[in-house]
């Protein structure tokens, strides 16, 4: 059964750094979402992307954070300047419709 | 009032119960609602979702959509240990990205 993967499943970071989360979504889906949990906190929504554009992005996305789809398959989140408060897992998601399948989670940790 | 909510649980039930899960909600926008299963430390698994009010099954499982008074529930029979884990509800609304908005979840043991 097709499964959205990312990569990678731990990433330890200073703070003030950038970092790059990476997602493989299902490949015939053509929504693609991130999302972010931090410990012990609800599942918050941070972009929807259709069609090489942001369709949605909540308050959450500032202009610290991008998304990418440098190629067919990848479907990247970039935070450009980490602070403490981004550490969180970290989720894609994809889907063909209104219905999403998210990936297992990258934990980011800041430090 | 928050957008979402759901009764944190721990709802303890023992093996072969009927569970009742539920979820309501403030935003009149919503029309698709999902329910996600999360084990500890994982990521979500979508479950089922229905659009607009009615009852779905699948399985074991059948959600329920209350619109006119914004409640939202899923059943789980024949309940298993495996069934352990936070249920997630997730309404969305159209024309806005698709973009989910989770309750803070029900967390389900199912004890042997």
């Known amino acids: 059964e097709p499964e959205v993967t990312q990569t990678p499943s731990h990433q330890v970071t200073q703070m003030g750094q950038e970092v790059i989360l990476r997602c493989v979504p299902i490949?015939?889906?053509?929504?693609f979402y991130w999302y972010r949990q931090i410990l012990g906190q609800k599942v918050e929504f941070l972009v929807s992307?259709?069609?090489?554009?942001?369709?949605?992005k909540s308050e959450i996305f500032d202009d610290q954070f991008s998304v990418e789809r440098p190629d067919g398959s990848n479907f990247t989140l970039k935070i450009r300047s980490t602070k403490l408060e981004d550490s969180a897992m970290y989720f894609c998601?994809?889907?063909?419709?209104?219905?999403?399948?998210f990936g297992p989670g990258t934990r980011l940790t800041v430090t | 009032q928050k957008e979402v909510e759901q009764d944190p649980g721990p709802l303890s039930v023992p093996e072969g119960a009927i569970v009742s899960l539920n979820c309501t909600y403030s935003?009149?926008?919503?029309?698709?609602f999902m329910w996600y299963r999360q084990y500890s430390r994982k990521g979500p698994e979508l479950l089922m979702y229905?659009?607009?009010?009615g009852n779905k099954e699948d399985g074991r499982f059948t959600a329920q959509v209350d619109k006119s008074s914004k409640y939202i529930s899923l059943f789980i029979r024949d309940s298993q240990p495996s069934d352990s884990a936070t249920y997630l509800c997730?309404?969305?609304?159209?024309?806005?990205?698709?973009?989910?908005?989770f309750g803070g979840g029900t967390r389900l043991m199912v004890k042997p």
């Open positions: 998601a994809s889907g063909g419709g209104y219905e999403q399948y």
């Open positions: 490949s015939n889906h053509l929504y």
């Open positions: 992307f259709y069609n090489n554009e942001i369709s949605e």
């Open positions: 935003n009149s926008a919503f029309q698709y």
């Open positions: 229905t659009y607009s009010s």
């Open positions: 997730a309404p969305s609304a159209l024309n806005a990205g698709n973009m989910l908005t």
